[in-house]
């Protein structure tokens, strides 16, 4: 599976902005989806993930302002997020999880630069 992360840019705290994340193959639908974030030097973090059934789980620091979503029929998840800060800058990355065979992709990547 071949994940193509975009929408990431500069954008003044506050604002919003939508990253998507295409996926290749015909079994997206079973797919647990995620976003995660990495600051050069800091290990990756989970900000985002759907489950296959469209559970939902957040970090703690974007809950209320960060929404995570899919599209089955277009096999995408979008991360929608508003109110941005300038310690959300990041780049994210979007993640694949298949729970029938194990196998784990990554996207790769998409820098979002939150100007104060």
């Known amino acids: 599976v071949q994940l193509q992360a975009s929408g990431g840019g500069l954008v003044q705290a506050g604002g919003s902005l939508r990253l998507s994340c295409a996926a290749s193959g015909s079994m997206f639908s079973r797919y647990h989806m995620a976003w995660f974030r990495q600051v050069p030097g800091k290990q990756r973090d989970l900000v985002a993930r759907?489950?296959?059934?469209?559970?939902?789980n957040y970090a703690e620091s974007v809950k209320g302002r960060f929404t995570i979503s899919r599209d089955n029929a277009k096999n995408t998840v979008y991360l929608q997020m508003n109110s941005l800060k300038p310690e959300d800058t990041a780049v994210y990355y979007c993640n694949m999880y298949d729970p029938l065979t194990g196998v784990d992709s990554w996207g790769q990547g998409t820098l979002v630069t939150v100007s104060s």
């Open positions: 759907i489950w296959s059934g469209g559970t939902t």
